[in-house]
């Protein structure tokens, strides 16, 4: 599952978050990492939080929030279907599946399910590249993904 | 006695079903009151034969794949315990000819401990090359390492010897060794099999590194993509902490080592040195201009060796049995043994730790054993997104630095994608200049502003709009993003895109049209 539900004040559970990390050298993507477990993403009202415990202003947070793929600005589905587009998978027939799980959803690449079960994104590389094509979904990886496998995690998915 | 049975942890054999079948063989053993234990070792590198399960016995260690959950009872019945034939049946695992023939010296036991097994590491020579070390002096370290000849393994290729003298010989009240596991090229698991199949030896190597140039911290900068690699480096990193091997007393030495992991945010760029400094100091992964080099600049602006994976990972064997022992094996001046990662569309698809000097012909249809489609191979991309495509016509290239640059090609993180011949080419290199665009940090124009040009261009061409002016336009582009981009994404994307280009012309070629007939 990758919705979180989180006890307490926001704010105050980013503080706390922030305040457990900022002794690292370079807490930054620790500590946004940390605000998406917790959160599901990272809320734009965290940014000047985490600028104010690091001495940095919002606009440097903002930039290295933008600059990663992995930062969501808005929550994901309960569950994140990661399809790997690299060129390992298309020899094997990678962008057929592309398009058949885009089918099976009804949705593109960056885009969520109407009822929020399912979130599909473009990946590039899993490192399963002697199994393509692969996939990943929330942390469990398939390799040699066909149709078979594909509805099967699809339904796993809906779940 | 207790019979061991391998079931492996490996993601791919993990993608492959290895949990079920590790749960099934747990059944097995209560429901049949059998004297067994489970071991989660790392995988052995033959991924068409994934989830491999093996069983030790007197003749030696038995392998059976590829096995499904619901093989586990047959082979039960079949007496699995003791080696006995089964269809799924593959010998000794040691004599399978894949394995036979590598020469397994960074991988020397992957696949066969329990990664997280220190004795079973120890048993295996593990810390014999710490234990070297700490008894000779950092120059002599750094000598030996020199002298093997190892050269970066994540691409670059640049002696490991001579970045880590520069580090030595700098100046600072703390150095660090940074571990490069940002492994973003599709054909390359090599570190992410070290990393989930045999930690310590990467720990080793690192400790090593740091006892050579006076530094007392490293960093694992390893990719969000790799979940498994990062729980069991985690994992490792904590055991090695209570053994002692790392701590304020390195095996009761007067060194000091620690280790953290850190997990990239899926930026592909953040695998180029200077770009993962920034990312691990908390920045934007934008590229740095060099110099300063990261040895006398780097982490938080202090000395810093930057290393890939199977370079540190390499150490260890070069201390415990001496640079000749390593130099000895490979060609020319690609010396030692890679781990070449045959991936895409071929059979036998796996890693294959050899010495350098393997003709690319030899890996792709006699060790990689052609296509998985069964058809014939067009093209094989060697080294990642950023590597060249090379036409059957060069299969005579030799696996070396030098003999892929002279064909204008690389040989990279040694990742080989073996395509089929439904491939088309004009497609492959569109992707390159997608892909570049996607991952390009934005620093520089000829990779941020090239890329998106490359994609139209490729796209004109496709749909045949002045094919000729437009193939001259993609060649030019391709000069100025080799020459002007400030690291490698920009500056070695034209690699496949102008050997896509120049090795297979007739995917380039304006689709025909078909004239009515006067």
């Known amino acids: 599952m990758n919705m979180r539900v989180s006890a307490g004040d926001p704010a105050e559970r980013s503080l706390q978050i922030i305040r457990d990390l900022k002794h690292l050298e370079g807490p930054m993507l620790p500590i946004l990492h940390a605000i998406q477990a917790e959160f599901g993403y990272v809320p734009d009202e965290v940014k000047p939080i985490i600028a104010n415990e690091l001495n940095l202003s919002r606009a440097e947070v903002h930039g290295v929030v933008t600059f990663y793929h992995d930062f969501r600005d808005h929550p994901a589905g309960r569950h994140v279907l990661k399809l790997c587009r690299a060129e390992a998978c298309q020899s094997m027939g990678g962008d057929r599946i592309a398009e058949r799980v885009k089918q099976l959803l009804g949705i593109d690449f960056h885009e969520t399910t109407r009822d929020g079960a399912v979130t599909l994104e473009p990946v590039f590389c899993l490192g399963l590249c002697a199994c393509a094509p692969a996939a990943m979904l929330d942390d469990e990886v398939y390799g040699r993904v066909d149709e078979h496998c594909l509805s099967e995690i699809v339904v796993e998915a809906r779940r | ?518």
């Not at chain 2, 070390?133 to 190892?150: F, M, N, W, Y």
């Not at chain 2, 749909?463 to 080799?482: F, H, V, Y």
């Open chain 2, 1 to 518: 006695m207790t019979v061991t049975i391998f079931v492996p942890r490996d993601a791919a054999a993990l993608a492959l079903g290895a949990e079920k079948v590790a749960k099934a063989v747990a059944q097995e053993i209560e429901a049949r009151c059998l004297d067994a234990k489970i071991v989660r070792n790392g995988s052995r590198g033959m991924f068409w034969l994934e989830p491999l399960v093996e069983v030790e016995t007197d003749r030696g260690r038995i392998a059976y794949g590829p096995v499904k959950a619901g093989d586990v009872a047959s082979l039960f019945d079949a007496g699995l315990l003791s080696g006995a034939p089964h269809p799924l049946c593959l010998g000794l695992t040691e004599e399978i000819e894949f394995l036979r023939q590598q020469t397994r010296l960074t991988f020397a036991r992957c696949g066969i401990t329990d990664p997280l097994s220190i004795e079973d590491y120890r048993k295996h020579s593990g810390f014999a090359g710490l234990a070297k070390a700490i008894a000779t002096t950092p120059a002599d370290i750094v000598k030996e390492v020199t002298d093997s000849g190892l050269r970066g393994r994540g691409g670059a290729g640049f002696p490991t010897g001579i970045k880590w003298k520069t580090v030595m010989d700098a100046a600072g009240p703390q150095k660090y060794i940074v571990c490069n596991a940002d492994e973003g090229d599709s054909a390359t698991f090599a570190d992410r099999m070290i990393m989930e199949g045999d930690p310590f030896v990467l720990i080793e190597g690192m400790i090593i590194a740091g006892i050579a140039t006076g530094a007392t911290k490293g960093y694992v900068y390893t990719r969000s993509e790799y979940p498994h690699a990062i729980a069991t480096m985690t994992e490792a990193i904590r055991i090695a902490g209570e053994a002692g091997i790392l701590g304020s007393s390195v095996m009761g030495s007067s060194y000091a080592f620690d280790i953290e992991i850190r997990s990239g945010a899926g930026a592909y760029v953040c695998g180029e040195e200077t770009s993962l400094l920034n990312s691990l100091e908390g920045k934007r992964g934008i590229v740095r201009a060099k110099p300063p080099l990261p040895a006398l600049k780097g982490f938080l602006g202090r000395p810093t060796v930057v290393n890939n994976v199977i370079s540190l990972a390499s150490v260890p064997v070069i201390m415990e049995r001496g640079a000749a022992f390593y130099r000895d094996f490979g060609m020319g001046r690609s010396r030692g043994t890679i781990p070449i990662q045959i991936a895409g569309n071929v059979r036998h698809g796996g890693l294959f730790e050899t010495a350098f000097g393997l003709s690319l012909g030899e890996i792709v249809d006699q060790i990689g054993g052609g296509t998985a489609t069964g058809r014939p191979v067009k093209a094989v991309q060697v080294g990642g997104p950023l590597g060249a495509y090379f036409p059957r016509a060069l299969f005579d290239t030799p696996f070396d630095y030098e003999a892929f640059a002279a064909r204008d090609g690389l040989i990279g993180h040694a990742g080989i994608t073996v395509f089929d011949d439904a491939v088309d080419m004009l497609k492959q290199a569109r992707f390159a200049m997608e892909f570049c665009a996607i991952e390009s940090c934005g620093k520089c124009t000829p990779c941020r502003i090239g890329s998106t040009r490359g994609v139209e261009t490729a796209d004109k061409i496709a749909q045949g709009i002045e094919p000729e002016k437009n193939r001259e336009l993609l060649a030019d582009l391709c000069n100025t993003m080799k020459f002007g981009s400030l690291c490698a994404l920009g500056g070695f994307t034209p690699y496949p895109v102008m050997s896509a280009m120049t090795h297979f012309p007739e995917d380039f070629a304006p689709t025909p049209l078909i004239e009515a007939a006067e």
